[in-house]
């Protein structure tokens, strides 16, 4: 689920970006789309720009998405996910916190090393923090494949009512697939408006698709 780069800042930016940290609440983004939310490179917003977090951020070495210092504090986890997006993750302060692997049942530890790892988010996972001090993680999305190809479906998927836990659900049910088919080059022009999201599959997925869908879904093809 995670793999360690060759690309990595001095250990002792990370306390000190730690220590230059805004007031926020459990998460804040780094910098501001320039197009396509999910398939255009962002840029770093003015505030950060020549600082310690801002020149961590750009020590990473590829096209990016949406950056974001996320926050987990001591005894917190969050809901078990899977993400469309695979991710970069840099850990920059905590002790006795871990990503786990709730497919293949795998602790992965998160250590403020000064290394950027890159994550398969593809995997049913959860972030959890059993130790005493805040853990802050900066987490990267990559973006998504852009694809030509055409024989398309285009799909809407939304909920068939309302109800707290869709975004729980549809990310336990839908983002795994979603995922692969981003990688294998078989999905494109992913949107999503806070409620329902639409894509474009190759038919030869209409199948595929067609199995993993739950009835708490409305699945529309076109």
Not at 2 to 30: G, H, I, M, W, Y
Not at 67 to 94: F, Q
């Amino acid at each position: 689920m995670l793999t360690k780069l060759a690309v990595n800042v001095p250990v002792f930016l990370l306390s000190q970006a730690v220590s230059n940290l805004p007031e926020f609440d459990d998460r804040f983004c780094l910098n501001e789309p320039t197009g396509d939310f999910f398939y255009s490179e962002w840029k770093i917003k003015k505030q950060f720009q020549n600082t310690t977090l801002g020149n961590i951020l750009n020590s990473l070495p590829f096209p990016i998405g949406e950056a974001r210092v996320i926050k987990l504090e001591p005894g917190e986890n969050y809901l078990s996910h899977a993400d469309i997006d695979d991710r970069w993750h840099l850990t920059l302060s905590g002790s006795n916190c871990f990503l786990i692997d709730l497919d293949n049942k795998k602790m992965h530890p998160t250590l403020p090393d000064g290394y950027w790892y890159e994550m398969d988010a593809g995997r049913l996972h959860t972030a959890a923090n059993f130790g005493s001090t805040t853990r802050y993680q900066l987490v990267v999305r990559k973006p998504l494949t852009r694809t030509c190809f055409t024989d398309t479906i285009k799909v809407t998927i939304e909920p068939i009512e309302e109800r707290h836990d869709y975004r729980y659900h549809f990310d336990n049910v839908f983002s795994p697939w979603l995922n692969q088919k981003n990688k294998q080059g078989l999905m494109k022009d992913f949107k999503h408006d806070g409620r329902s999201v639409s894509f474009s599959i190759h038919k030869s997925q209409k199948k595929q698709l067609e199995k993993i869908a739950e009835n708490d879904f409305k699945v529309t093809y076109e």
